[in-house]
């Protein structure tokens, strides 16, 4: 935002083909810089062309690899997509799903899973979300996966994106969504009638309750079906499965469950009347009749954080689209898995009573478990057992004392699970029959393995020498590889320590040169002149932080950079300065660049 | 004290079990444990030399290892650790186990009875009435996962103590993964307010 003075505001400027900064309103010249974006060149101290500006992180901050990576699943997925046609026009649900898919790459679920499971689960979690009507059968299907391998990386999927704690509520599969496009396979064109009749029919399954715990494939098949069928048009039961992935059986039974419903016996146009009835009744939105526990709750459940709790704890709109999912919660019969488990407790209650009629007191008070009335024997059996398991009850710790003896266990019991010899024998032969496959593969790798150590023993006796040598040449080799820079140092450290003061001087030269490394610039022969020569003059200060180093060792090193008969002319240098500072400095940058060698300047050990 | 295999109290005057005002109880209906015999085992040997055992070395590298009373499975590894199933209580598979190594002991292998750890615990469960899967999921999102296209049960993972519920419209349920008998009891008390609030209404 810029100042205008014209227009006495402040104003987003305009900047035209990179020229100057105009007023968005009047136009005049705010700014007059020339931007260039082409590249640019400077040059730097030592008259090199460089490209002047910095480089910066982007904003984007994807590399290379990633992007190629999300680029590929993106792909992949429309691919699915055009499969399984589920979106002819737009690319909104695989939008979602590449969203679902960088999230899920961020957080490294794709790590350890193939990718086009994780493609998969995002595709889906896409149509679930924007409603579309794709079973995780079709996703599997076209996959070829089982697809109860698809569902588990589905659940791990929603974890990962933490749809669970942000309430997001995974709106449940309503099964009506499946109606239109099921009948559009079966039933190409005219099906209007159709989908309403079974859309009533599917309202009124829910209604009974017999949607919980089911596949909504399953319901919507039945409900096909029926309605097809009440229409007049020819359908058998395998065009329904082939269409929905249920087999027959299920198929059955939901018409079964269906028929002993209360809309079961109605005709299609009763059936049709009373839908209708209730779908006007209900718009008069009636608050449902819920208990007092509810009327405690002030927040609501769902995502809508900001409305009042109409029902259920949910807002209205939730409300409305739980029940339009579910079918509600009051009225209807039971379901079909609760008619069969209540019929069975009834069986197994009649039988009970009965028992107990028969059997009188004395086992209704003894023994607690009328169940066990079968079963006399082991009950006595157990009831001992228990008693003796109580007394001992203190836990393992108390236990252990007879742990190694087990004195408790019966012995005789034990012994009952044991062979007899005769009966080793036999089961030896049995088993060795049952499994000799296995027993042949073993001996076989047994064999091949005593067969290579053989061969290796042998080679070891033929030829001692040439091994010998070859070991020497691999220990060399392993020890030049397997050193590290520290392992030389100290080994060197040690060597010193071990060594001692240097004897004489040449020694001490000799030994700095080597840990300095510049043993091949130098010439020994002048080295070993020089100390033939009387003392030399004083050295000049150090600026070096080095606590005890030789005179001669700094000329030596001098030396060491050039030729040997430079010893004297430096000389004279060092006899020069030791009254003047001015050239010092020169022969600091040397000093420096002699010692620039090795980067830490240690002298350990002398 | 209280003998844990029961259904319901004792009692004659309800015989109703689908009564919502009687509290019912879980059965326990499997103990998983683990144990250590310190030393390692020659499964050939012992499956030749015992009555109730099987080893398939190329289908699974254990032996298989059955006894009547109580009426449990052992998995018998070479490296001496032995895992025993189908117990009805803790101290069941404790006898068990113990039993286990009685046999082996007699086979000749020198073992000590380390590290006895119950793994799990299954137990079961009805509460009578039906209930709304439904409804359920839509309210306590958090825990549970309710996907009818995978299962037709709903999965409640209670935070503590540490378990899995599975619930079925039926009105049967199975709590599993529990270390202890109390940790199922403890998690059905905290489940059967919630289940019964979300039962169907008639």
């Known amino acids: ?30 700014e007059e810089y020339n931007f260039a974006s082409e590249p640019q ?58 969203r679902f898919y960088e999230i899920a790459l961020e957080r490294n679920f794709t790590r350890g899973r193939r990718s086009e499971l994780v493609q998969a689960a995002c595709l889906y979690l896409a149509c679930r979300q924007k409603k579309k009507p794709f079973l995780l059968i079709d996703f599997s299907s076209y996959l ?127 059936l049709t009347e009373k839908e209708k009835e209730l779908r006007t009744s209900s718009l008069t939105k009636k608050r449902p009749n819920t208990g007092s526990k509810e009327a405690s709750i ?38 079909p898995a609760f008619q069969r488990a209540e019929k069975e407790r009834i069986a197994k209650l009649s039988i009970e009573e009965n028992a107990k009629s028969v059997s009188g007191s004395p086992f209704a008070s003894g023994s607690e478990k009328p169940e066990n009335i079968g079963v006399s024997e082991g009950a006595t059996n157990q009831a001992a057992m228990d008693e003796r398991d109580n007394d001992k009850l203190p836990g393992v710790d108390g236990s252990d004392d007879e742990s190694d003896n087990f004195s408790d266990i019966d012995d005789f019991e034990v012994d009952g699970y044991l062979h007899n010899e005769e009966e080793k024998h036999y089961k030896k032969i049995i088993w060795e029959e049952m499994n000799r496959e296995y027993l042949e593969e073993q001996a076989a790798k047994e064999a091949a393995a005593a067969a290579a150590k053989e061969a290796s023993m042998a080679n070891y006796d033929k030829c001692p020498e040439d091994l010998q040598a070859a070991q020497e040449l691999a220990a060399a080799a392993a020890e030049v590889v397997a050193k590290s820079r520290k392992e030389r140092q100290q080994k060197r450290a040690a060597e010193a320590k071990k060594a001692g003061p240097a004897q004489t001087a040449a020694e001490a030269t000799r030994r700095m040169l080597d840990r300095k490394r510049l043993s091949s610039k130098i010439n020994y022969d002048a080295l070993e002149k020089l100390f033939d020569e009387p003392v030399a003059p004083e050295k000049p200060k150090k600026q070096r932080n080095e606590s005890h180093s030789d005179e001669k060792e700094e000329k030596v090193s001098k030396m060491g950079k050039e030729e040997g008969d430079l010893v004297d002319k430096y000389d004279d240098d060092n006899d020069e300065e030791g009254d003047e500072g001015g050239t010092f400095d020169n022969n600091l940058d040397f000093e420096n660049e002699v010692y620039d060698y090795e980067d830490d300047y240690e002298y350990d050990g002398f | 004290m209280a003998d844990t295999d029961q259904v319901m109290e004792p009692s004659i005057d309800n015989p109703f079990i689908s009564s919502p005002a009687l509290h019912p109880r879980p059965t326990l209906q499997n103990v998983v444990s683990t144990v250590n015999f310190g030393c390692t085992l020659d499964l050939k040997a012992i499956v030749r030399h015992a009555r109730n055992t099987e080893y398939n070395p190329k289908r699974f590298a254990a032996a298989m290892m059955r006894i009547r009373e109580p009426k449990t499975t052992a998995l018998i590894f070479s490296s001496g650790k032995i895992v025993c199933t189908g117990a009805k209580t803790e101290k069941q598979s404790l006898t068990a186990a113990r039993k286990y190594a009685r046999i082996i002991q007699k086979l000749g292998f020198d073992i000590t009875f380390n590290d006895f750890k119950i793994q799990n615990i299954v137990a079961s469960c009805d509460v009578g009435c039906p209930l709304s899967l439904v409804r359920m999921s839509t309210f306590h999102g958090e825990f549970l996962v309710y996907e009818p296209e995978l299962f037709p049960g709903l999965i409640y993972r209670m935070k503590k103590p540490k378990v899995a519920i599975l619930v079925f419209p039926s009105g049967k349920i199975v709590i599993a993964g529990a270390q202890k008998t109390d940790e199922i009891f403890e998690a059905f008390k905290n489940i059967y307010p919630v289940l019964m609030s979300f039962r169907k209404t008639k």
């Open chain 1, 41 to 98: 060149f400077v040059k730097d101290s030592a008259g090199l062309s460089k490209l002047s500006g910095n480089f910066v992180k982007s904003v984007q901050d994807i590399s290379d690899s990633r992007r190629r990576t999300l680029d590929k699943a993106f792909d992949d997925m429309r691919c699915m997509k055009d499969a399984l046609s589920i979106d002819d026009y737009s690319d909104d649900v695989v939008e979602t799903a590449r």
């Open chain 1, 1 to 30: 935002m810029v100042y205008c003075n014209n227009c006495s505001r402040n104003v987003t400027g305009e900047r035209v083909y990179d020229g100057p900064l105009c007023c968005t309103f009047c136009g005049k010249v705010l």
């Open chain 1, 298 to 335: 002030h927040e609501v459940l769902c995502k809508h954080m900001e409305k009042k709790p109409f029902a259920y704890g949910l807002c209205e709109e939730c409300y409305e689209e739980f029940m339009k999912v579910s079918g509600g919660l009051d009225g209807g019969s039971d379901p």
């Open chain 1, 144 to 270: 070829n996966i089982n697809v109860y391998e698809l569902g588990s990386v589905y659940l791990q999927l929603c974890y990962v994106l933490y749809l669970a704690e942000t309430r997001d509520l995974q709106k449940l599969i309503d099964p009506s969504i499946f109606i239109h496009k099921f009948t559009n396979v079966l039933i190409p064109e005219g099906n209007d009638e159709v989908v309403k009749t079974a859309r009533d029919i599917l309202a009124s399954m829910k209604r009974d309750w017999m949607q919980t715990g089911r596949k909504p494939s399953g319901l919507c098949g039945a409900a096909l079906y029926i309605s097809a069928l009440s229409h007049g048009l020819k359908c058998s039961k395998s065009d329904i499965i082939r269409i929905v992935h249920i087999c027959e059986a299920t198929l059955t039974k939901r018409l079964v469950e269906f028929e002993n419903t209360d809309s079961g016996s109605l005709t299609i146009e009763e």
